[in-house]
């Protein structure tokens, strides 16, 4: 089985930096695509992100377009989600999650998430 493991959230200011990691154990994640999914107190869960198996294509939520950058190290088992710019509303628990491509709404295995927060 596959497991999915977060990391690297954090307290930033509004304007700063975090890169959040996926990494996998178990079974090989070659064979899936990678969501980031996000999920604020009293809001729906979001897609916020997702990655071919083979990196070759992304895509991106419109809040997070031109901020973040999804990217797999397929070798290390890792997914990244490089986040720039952060803004207050970007505060949430992310999670990641197999998919077995990102134009199919199904979702797989889920980590446990990690919170990031964007406060003055």
């Known amino acids: 089985q596959l497991q999915l493991v977060e990391s690297g959230g954090g307290l930033v200011h509004p304007g700063g930096s975090l890169r959040l990691s996926c990494a996998a154990s178990?079974?090989?994640?070659?064979?899936?695509?990678i969501g980031w999914f996000r999920q604020a107190p009293g809001k729906q869960r979001e897609g916020v992100s997702c990655i071919s198996s083979s990196g070759d294509s992304t895509t991106y939520a419109r809040s997070v377009k031109g901020r973040f950058t999804i990217s797999r190290d397929n070798a290390k088992k890792t997914v990244y989600l490089q986040m720039n710019s952060l803004k207050a509303e970007d505060t949430a628990v992310y999670y990641c999650a197999t998919k077995g491509s990102c134009t199919n709404p199904s979702v797989g295995s889920w980590g446990q998430g990690t919170q990031v927060t964007v406060s003055s």
């Open positions: 178990g079974i090989s994640m070659d064979y899936y695509a």
